[in-house]
């Protein structure tokens, strides 16, 4: 009698397998979406960094603080745009208010991401920083704008 050579999988093999890279790329998936929020509030991140030192460059050449409205971003202002570029993502709203000639604040955040960024002057004379980054939950942040009292 010959014993016959069994070639290829069983179907239960094969269902395990699938279940496994099924299982796999659903946790790939989750973790790219949290990877794209990442790069998302980072494009936010940048923009208020950009504003920050646009608005720097301002006060250092005449000695006051700007300010500018999303609509009004420096690169589309008139006077302004070759001498404080600014570029960033549609998707990126970042504002800058002049509370005073010597300060402002400003806050960025992306319409994907899920972080606003805030940034305020404290004074010179102050023994803290210039200004301090933070962070906060976008939605929490967006119903309470007010943070940036003119």
């Given at each position: 009698?010959?014993?016959?050579?069994e070639k290829g999988f069983t179907l239960?093999?094969?269902?395990?397998?699938?279940?496994?890279?099924?299982?796999?790329?659903?946790?790939?998936?989750?973790?790219?979406?949290?990877?794209?929020?990442?790069?998302?509030?980072?494009?936010?991140?940048?923009?208020?960094?950009?504003?920050?030192?646009?608005?720097?460059?301002?006060?250092?050449?005449?000695?006051?603080?700007?300010?500018?409205?999303?609509?009004?971003?420096?690169?589309?202002?008139?006077?302004?745009?070759?001498?404080?570029?600014?570029?960033?993502?549609?998707?990126?709203?970042?504002?800058?208010?002049?509370?005073?000639?010597?300060?402002?604040?400003?806050?960025?955040?992306?319409?994907?991401g899920s972080l606003a960024y805030f940034?305020?002057?404290?004074?010179?004379?102050?023994?803290?920083?210039?200004?301090?980054?933070?962070?906060?939950?976008?939605?929490?942040?967006?119903?309470?704008?007010?943070?940036?009292?003119?």
């Open positions: 009698m010959r014993v016959l050579q239960i093999e094969l269902l395990v397998v699938v279940a496994i890279i099924g299982i796999l790329a659903s946790l790939g998936v989750a973790q790219y979406s949290e990877y794209k929020k990442y790069a998302y509030d980072t494009k936010a991140l940048s923009a208020l960094t950009q504003i920050i030192a646009t608005e720097e460059v301002h006060y250092v050449d005449s000695n006051r603080y700007r300010g500018f409205e999303e609509d009004e971003q420096p690169h589309n202002s008139p006077g302004i745009s070759a001498q404080y570029p600014i570029r960033w993502s549609s998707d990126v709203t970042g504002i800058a208010v002049a509370i005073t000639d010597t300060t402002f604040c400003a806050y960025s955040f992306h319409s994907k940034f305020q002057t404290t004074p010179i004379e102050s023994s803290l920083p210039h200004g301090i980054i933070t962070s906060h939950e976008k939605e929490d942040f967006l119903d309470n704008l007010s943070n940036c009292e003119h």
